[in-house]
DNA sequence: TTCCAGGCGTATC
DNA sequence: GATACGCATGGA
């Protein structure tokens, strides 16, 4: 990663980074494509339109500054992982080969918590169009993705406008038990990956999968790997037999390709 | 009209 | 512990 300040945006040259890859690939529902080559989006309070000049490793940020960029963006994009030797660790499977290949330029984003947990809890038995329209709603609400401080009032009925079903009386109940102290998320960032699941699973409306997507994207926990209907398909097509041994440690990443690569497939296959 | 979507709670065995 | 079913909403 090297970078360099071009009048109000920073111009950035980053190998293994694509952003249709990595912003479109179902990790994140508030980056929307404005172009061809440009997405604009959000991280807790501060927004960003990003574009890449033309397919290559150029990027630029539009309209920030060196000290955001390196204290906010560089992290929130995971700049500092070396995904190239990532891929090669994977790439020993001939499956996760083409996966990485497919998708080359997918980077895990390290997203907040809160964000991750009431995204997925919204997630549930639902396509993503809709997962993003719900959030859409939220955040024009509110200017912005709420806090689970700012939604301490919510209630089913005041969530309506959201259209979200179900989903909503269980996003009260993690709002209150974030609120209350019962879900600690200082806690779970140092708590093994199980007892870390088990304690989001208290949340109603909190299963094994949507705990480990809160996990993986909100917690960086990239031994967490979430089974969604998709990923059965990979499991019962291609691993029968459970993953490979190259994927010890980076099942999250190893999902996300795989994720996105069977997506991709043909239903007839 | 029916089926499905980055699942989970509940009932039942 | 496993399996079956309902669930809000909206697009295909």
Redesign the pocket.
């Known amino acids: 990663m090297d970078y360099k300040i071009d009048g109000k945006d920073i111009l950035l040259h980053q190998a293994d980074f694509a952003l249709d890859d990595t912003l479109d690939?179902?990790?994140a529902?508030r980056w929307e494509k404005v172009s061809e080559n440009a997405y604009h989006g959000a991280f807790l309070n501060k927004q960003l339109t990003i574009s890449c000049e033309n397919g290559s490793d150029l990027f630029r940020l539009h309209n920030t500054t060196e000290s955001d960029f390196l204290n906010v963006w560089k992290d929130y994009l995971d700049l500092d992982t070396d995904y190239a030797e990532i891929k090669r660790r994977l790439s020993e499977d001939e499956t996760l080969s083409k996966a990485c290949a497919f998708a080359g330029g997918i980077r895990i984003l390290k997203q907040d918590s809160w964000e991750a947990l009431s995204s997925?809890?919204i997630?549930?038995?639902?396509?993503?169009?809709?997962?993003k329209?719900i959030i859409g709603r939220l955040c024009e609400h509110y200017g912005g993705y709420p806090s689970a401080e700012q939604m301490k009032d919510e209630t089913v009925e005041s969530l309506?406008y959201l259209?979200?079903?179900?989903?909503?009386?269980?996003l009260v109940d993690a709002i209150s038990k974030v609120l209350s102290g019962e879900i600690d998320f200082k806690a779970i960032r140092s708590l093994p990956l199980d007892e870390a699941r088990n304690i989001l699973?208290?949340?109603?409306?909190?299963?094994?999968?949507?705990?480990?997507?809160a996990l993986?994207?909100g917690f960086y926990r990239l031994d967490a790997?979430?089974?969604?209907?998709?990923?059965?398909?990979v499991l019962s097509l291609w691993y029968p037999g459970g993953l490979p041994a190259c994927t010890k440690g980076l099942e999250g990443i190893a999902?996300?390709y795989?994720?996105?690569y069977i997506?991709s497939q043909k239903p007839a296959e």
């Open positions: 690939c179902g990790q529902f997925f809890i997630s549930q038995n639902n396509n993503i169009p809709r997962i329209g309506s259209r979200s079903g179900f989903r909503a009386k269980y699973m208290t949340i109603k409306g909190v299963g094994p999968k949507v705990a480990d997507c993986l994207f790997f979430p089974k969604d209907v998709w990923v059965k398909r999902q996300q795989l994720f996105h997506r």
